[in-house]
């Protein structure tokens, strides 16, 4: 029974996937930004305790870990021919997780090294102007902030789209999305289901900068015709950008365009409710069978190694 409730946080991210990406057509840019993030990370973290659990419950059933971990009794589990391929199976997804994740990271820490040492000597304020034949533009993390934009990209625009472009990179900055994508890519490794919800998220990041920047110029149609044209521009550029920078050529540009051309709509609460409520149960459901397997095998745990008595 323990080993099922462990196998419940495996499966529950491709039901997640689903609602996940309606998510963001019926909400908020902002709201759907965090709910999708908060929940990518939990579904990702059930994944790992899930993972780790069985991968724990395969090494004790082999007589030189029981040693180890001190088990004076056998550790109630199924039949060793369940138990033993299972928990390898864990331990290599694990193992595989752990390894993309880590060469992402050199890769994205790399990338921002570069980045950053572009940026050493900005123009004017956060703004520094790269000279460059690639159009670009992008939101750059860290201490300070900085946009940084292409001669390419400058050239590509007129002086008002060139505002849009500039606003849309600041609220990146402002609002913190480069957290938000780290975690998007953190989550995407552990569970191959949660890569769609990574590109939901990048897409949420985009629309609510998309949003910010329609405020401050005070234009969505104007908005809506410098996105379209920054990333026209870029669209044949060869950019080296880390996945971890947002970007106002980045993402799925017609429906960003598309969604600032329409009159916001009217959204449904019942709608709202039921997206929300679907993904809330499969992230919920997921902390909590995972949390539920690890103690019950810590239980057993315990039982094994004398320090408690099984019913």
């Not at 030189?64 to 864990?90: C, D, K, N």
């Not at 990048?202 to 990333?231: K, P, S």
């Not at 050529?249 to 709509?265: D, H, I, K």
Request: net charge positive.
């Amino acid at each position: 029974m323990r080993i099922a409730l462990l196998l419940v946080p495996l499966f529950l991210p491709w039901a997640a996937a689903l609602p996940a990406r309606r998510l963001l057509a019926r909400s908020a840019p902002v709201a759907a930004l965090w709910t999708l993030t908060v929940s990518a990370l939990l579904l990702a973290a059930g994944t790992v305790a899930a993972l780790g659990t069985l991968t724990l419950t395969g090494l004790l059933k082999i007589p030189a870990f029981a040693a180890l971990g001190e088990l004076v009794h056998p550790l109630r589990t199924p039949s060793v021919r369940l138990v033993l391929p299972l928990a390898a199976l864990a331990a290599g997804l694990l193992a595989l997780a752990v390894l993309t994740l880590g060469r992402s990271a050199v890769r994205q820490v790399a990338g921002l090294r570069a980045a950053r040492s572009q940026a050493r000597r900005p123009a004017a304020g956060d703004l520094c102007v790269i000279d460059s034949p690639r159009p670009d533009a992008y939101a750059l993390p860290g201490r300070p902030h900085r946009i940084v934009v292409t001669t390419a990209m400058l050239r590509s625009l007129d002086a008002r789209e060139r505002q849009v472009l500039f606003a849309h990179e600041r609220a990146h900055n402002t609002g913190g999305h480069h957290y938000f994508l780290v975690a998007a890519e953190v989550a995407a490794h552990c569970h191959p289901a949660l890569r769609p919800v990574r590109e939901a998220i990048r897409l949420a990041a985009e629309r609510a900068a998309d949003e910010a920047a329609a405020t401050v110029v005070g234009d969505r149609h104007l908005t809506a015709r410098a996105i379209a044209r920054a990333a026209l521009a870029a669209h044949t550029a060869d950019t080296a950008r880390p996945a971890v920078t947002p970007a106002a050529t980045s993402g799925p540009v017609p429906q960003r365009v598309a969604a600032l051309l329409s009159p916001p709509a009217a959204r449904s609460p019942r709608a709202i409710s039921w997206v929300a409520a679907l993904l809330t149960v499969c992230t919920l459901l997921s902390c909590t069978t995972a949390a539920s397997g690890a103690l019950g095998v810590h239980q057993d745990i315990e039982i094994a190694q004398g320090e408690a008595t099984g019913r």
